[in-house]
């Protein structure tokens, strides 16, 4: 018989009795708690390692399975309260277009460990870490954590300015066995997962290995997401203590999308043709090569004309190989203290690929490839989609002369009227993190450190397209592995050195009141550097070289309280404050740290003047569970949280421009402090269960995060903070109104809701998401329409006396059950003009069986 069910959401059941709540205490992110056997789980808890005066809540693997096989543990949680999780495809693996916000925070102001080690801020170009689905194949999760006020102290991470995201890896099981599973569904969808547990063997170890293959064309274009995974751990576990090894292996393609840029029409004026051309989707043209030049592009490699921004690529994708391993031995030192280590390492390397038409990056090249560039006067030269074409201004060259240069320019680059760029990344990172915990009475004392090396490479490259052997322009070949660039626009190296200590105490004060209080250290020593700089042109608005130097932030003092109360055993009240810091990101391909700002003096007013964001964190609410009778348990949960939010970063474009779609930027930006972020908001959710048979989950959230300042574009004083609100919408003397404004990309309003019925060997699931309308320009003169999508799964288990296996289900997993269609992932465009949109996938089924042995 099929198990019900788990609830998304429970409260800490053990917390609401004194004595269990001080042995909740010991959980440390070496232990992991494991999978069910059986298809079914206890009820997930509220739970924060190491602590439950701030709001946490797990969602087990086995919940993350149904929601559909193979999904990523990012994907899953957006099941959970006051979390929004968007991509392009169902599995939530592309990590181009993913948008995570968790109480007004975006994904990179987060942070992320897996088996409590540290997966970096998540951005797409990634220079510290990698996404949680590359660290562990997904059917190996037991669980996710996410903290969604404040992450705990020891959480190893240097941008969990808002909450955390901590995936567990399962644990090799005590029984050996086989497990298996084979998905086929929608777009050639095929992914295989097997796993081998040994059991236990040698007195008192266990291990296993598991390995899964996944391949799906993209939904609207001829790309393909596919790569190979591999975990191994092992575990030996005896009085003295517990060793854990364990190592992942990914290597993975990942097609991008396209997104769509949408104009708003100024104030008294009309959309010009090229802002009306908004298409819901934009595909790739991959592998009709001969198609794309003969009917697309013009001989110089030029776009339409009438699509602007909204022109279409060749092909874009993700190209991401990852070693990841650590070894961790948690020392039983005394009955009353353990003694944990880790120690971990991290390779990565990578590529991100867009082949689009030269067009659209002739500035870039042009100082590269032409011979009379130096030569020219500036206003000869050409500008984007207009290779070939002699400006208006120009007197130097004829018609006839610009057209043969804009030729050259496509012999140059292969004939093709193509160009492929690049941004080539490596990441390896070690380092060791440390935690004693030691019981003295009513106290539970926890000290530890982490310190992580990082050395970063970021490579800008271009390559040319043979129009005679077209063969090498696919999104499933690196191009350095069958040719040498054109030429490299510039390489960044950075080192990274973080440092970050915790105390914490755990005091049970009385029988029913738990009080914790402690701090923690932020410390970053980052240095970058360009061995190649961008030739004087290629990147419009730089002065002079990109900056290199050096910039320490040191903070010592970050401090956490709360306290936890036992109501009356059904319900208990909790409330937390707590302080966090984001460091700088020490990117340098791209805009958002401060070594791509427009010139070494503004990277050095930077460094001298320039503030970490910070935040303070404040939350309090009420966890409940009441037996109803009749088999009826009814918990719940309400959270009421405050956020100021200082010094907000923001990277200002001096110049954009480029291939579309956020895949080429033609020019560099400022980095500046625009001001504060207040934020409030509040998440309810209960889930009521009547025994095995039905289960209902729903969660509502609102928030409501605001600017405090507007700030201005001008290019003196770019970006200073003002100190009044001009309100309005339009951009006024070089001021933008943000002040008083939602946060654009995050609703006010949403509301999950997952509902299980199980009757006898057949479960059906229904899991509604609705997303509030959301704002997409920072003054709020441009709205997005809210949506709702519902998915479907129905799962049928196989009798063990039918098959001889056990844990047989044959599952149906229905996205976007009733195909509606929307924007999913907004990027916000600059000041009040525009913004860029991806679509929503269709619908989409999925058939999974699945067998264990």
Same mark, same amino acid.
């Given at each position: 018989m099929i198990q019900p069910s788990v609830s998304l959401i429970a409260v800490t059941l053990a917390a609401l009795t004194p004595a269990a709540a001080a042995a909740q205490q010991a959980g440390t992110p070496a232990v992991a708690s494991e999978p069910a056997t059986d298809g079914g789980a206890e009820a997930p808890t509220i739970v924060v390692t190491g602590g439950q005066t701030r709001t946490a809540v797990e969602l087990p693997g086995t919940e993350m399975q149904k929601i559909l096989p193979g999904v990523s543990p990012l994907k899953a949680i957006q099941t959970l309260p006051g979390v929004l999780y968007i991509t392009a495809d169902p599995w939530g693996n592309n990590e181009q277009n993913a948008q995570l916000f968790i109480h007004g925070f975006a994904a990179n102001q987060l942070g992320y460990t897996m088996d409590g080690i540290p997966l970096g801020d998540q951005s797409y170009g990634n220079y510290n870490g990698l996404s949680p689905q590359r660290a562990v194949i997904s059917e190996n999760v037991s669980r996710v954590i996410v903290a969604t006020g404040a992450g705990d102290l +020891? !959480? +190893? *991470?240097? $941008?969990? =300015?808002?909450?955390?995201?901590?995936?567990? $890896? $399962?644990?090799? =099981?005590?029984?050996? @066995?086989? &497990? +298996? +599973? &084979?998905?086929?569904? *929608?777009?050639?969808? *095929?992914?295989?997962?097997?796993?081998?547990?040994?059991? !236990?063997? @040698? @007195?008192n170890n266990t291990a296993y290995v598991s390995g899964v293959r996944q391949r799906a064309r993209a939904w609207d274009f001829n790309g393909i997401q596919g790569g190979w995974q591999a975990n191994a751990k092992f575990v030996h576990d005896d009085s003295i203590g517990k060793l854990t090894l364990y190592f992942d292996y990914n290597d993975m393609t990942q097609p991008n999308e396209d997104a769509t840029t949408f104009f708003k029409p100024s104030a008294g004026g009309t959309a010009s043709a090229v802002q009306l051309y908004t298409p819901y989707t934009k595909p790739f043209f991959y592998p009709d090569f001969n198609g794309y030049r003969g009917n697309y592009l013009s001989t110089l490699g030029n776009s339409p004309a009438a699509q602007g921004g909204n022109y279409r690529n060749y092909y874009s994708d993700a190209q991401r190989t990852d070693y990841l391993a650590y070894g961790r031995y948690d020392a039983r030192l005394t009955p009353n203290a353990t003694w944990s280590n880790t120690a971990y390492y991290h390779h990565n390397d990578g590529v991100g690929v867009v082949a689009g038409p030269l067009g659209q990056s002739i500035a870039t090249a042009q100082p590269y490839l032409d011979p009379a560039y130096a030569t020219l006067p500036t206003n000869c030269r050409f500008s984007a989609n207009n290779n070939g074409v002699r400006p208006s201004a120009c007197t130097a060259l004829t018609a006839d002369q610009a057209a043969a240069a804009g030729a050259a320019l496509v012999t140059a680059t292969g004939g093709s009227g193509l160009i492929t760029r690049t941004t080539e990344y490596r990441i390896d990172r070690w380092g060791v993190i440390s935690a004693l915990d030691v019981e003295l009475g009513a106290h539970k004392i926890e000290l530890g450190g982490w310190f992580e090396h990082n050395s970063t490479t970021q490579w800008r490259r271009w390559y040319a397209v043979d129009v005679n052997n077209p063969g090498n322009s696919t999104p499933y070949i690196r191009p350095l592995e069958v040719a040498q660039p054109l030429? !490299? &626009?510039y390489q960044g190296e950075a080192t990274i050195e973080q440092l970050q200590l915790h105390l914490q105490d755990s005091w049970q004060a009385l029988d029913r009141l738990l009080i914790q209080a402690g701090f923690k250290t932020s410390a970053q020593w980052a240095t970058g550097r360009y061995p190649v700089q961008p030739r004087a042109g290629s990147l419009s608005g730089l002065a002079g070289g990109l900056p290199e130097g050096r910039i320490d932030t040191l903070r010592w003092f970050l401090p956490a309280v709360g306290a936890t109360f036992d109501v009356n055993g059904h319900e208990q009240l909790y409330a937390n404050a707590q302080k966090n810091l984001r460091q700088y990101q020490a990117y340098l391909a791209g805009g958002g740290g401060p070594w791509f700002t427009g010139s070494q003096a503004a990277f050095n007013a930077f460094a001298q003047s320039g503030r970490p964001e910070s935040s303070w964190t404040y939350e309090a609410g009420v966890r409940s569970r009441r037996e109803l009778g009749g088999g009826v348990t009814l918990n719940a949960q309400v959270n009421y949280y405050h956020v100021d939010f200082q010094d907000r970063l923001l990277a200002i474009s001096t110049n954009p421009g480029g291939i579309a779609g956020g895949a080429i930027t033609g020019g560099t930006s400022i980095l500046v402090n625009v001001g504060n972020v207040k934020t409030d908001g509040v998440d309810a959710a209960f889930t009521l269960r009547a025994g095995r048979i039905f289960s209902l989950y729903n969660a509502t959230s609102y928030n409501l995060s605001k600017y405090q300042r507007d700030y201005t574009s001008t290019a003196s004083g770019i970006g200073a903070a003002t100190d009044t609100c001009i309100g309005g919408y339009l951009v006024t003397g070089g001021i933008v109104p943000t002040c008083g404004k939602q946060l654009p990309g995050i609703p006010k309003w949403m509301n999950k809701t997952v509902a299980t019925l199980s009757l006898g060997p057949v479960e059906t699931q229904v899991i509604g998401d609705y997303v509030g309308a959301r704002f997409a320009t920072f003054s709020n003169d441009v709205r997005v329409p809210s949506y709702f999508l519902a998915s479907l799964r129905i799962a049928a288990r196989v009798p063990d006396d039918i098959l001889p296996l056990r844990k047989t289900e044959l599952a149906l997993n229905v996205t976007n059950l009733a195909d509606r269609k929307g924007q999913s992932t907004l990027s916000i465009g600059s000041a009040t003009n525009n913004y860029s949109a991806y679509p929503i996938p269709p619908r989409q089924w999925f058939l999974t069986l699945s067998a264990a042995y």
């Open positions: +020891a !959480t +190893a *991470s240097n $941008s969990n =300015l808002g909450g955390t995201v901590e995936t567990y $890896s $399962s644990n090799p =099981l005590a029984v050996p @066995g086989i &497990q +298996a +599973a &084979q998905t086929v569904g *929608s777009y050639d969808t *095929s992914r295989t997962f097997v796993r081998v547990d040994t059991g !236990t063997f @040698g @007195g030429f !490299t &626009q």
